[in-house]
């Protein structure tokens, strides 16, 4: 079994089959949800400003991190939640 992938099943409460995939799994597959944009930003953030030569406002950083994942599904389907998620990521994790 590979550490990549590791689907566990789980049975509801309705009685039906839930697909689950370990945050820590390393696969680049991305949902409609909040969860999957708030997993996609942490990393989007951190990744740039590893990257950044120079502190730019918060309010500018935010933007450049939507920017890079303009093709997310929830940004898309969900563009004002996905911002309320942004700003709660950066205040739960203390990103500043």
């Known amino acids: 079994m590979s550490p990549v992938q590791i689907w566990v099943l789980a049975l509801s409460f309705c009685s039906r089959f839930v697909s689950y995939i370990s945050p820590d799994?390393?696969?680049?597959?991305?949902?409609?949800?909040?969860?999957?944009?708030?997993?996609?930003f942490d990393k989007t953030w951190k990744r740039l400003k590893s990257q950044a030569t120079e502190a730019?406002?918060?309010?500018?950083?935010?933007?450049?991190?939507l920017a890079e994942m303009t093709d997310h599904p929830f940004l898309i389907s969900s563009p004002e939640m996905a911002r309320q998620v942004a700003a709660f990521r950066i205040r739960l994790l203390d990103l500043n």
């Open 25 to 40: 799994a390393g696969t680049d597959r991305v949902f409609d949800n909040a969860d999957s944009f708030a997993m996609v």
């Open 56 to 65: 730019s406002a918060d309010v500018d950083f935010v933007e450049q991190v």
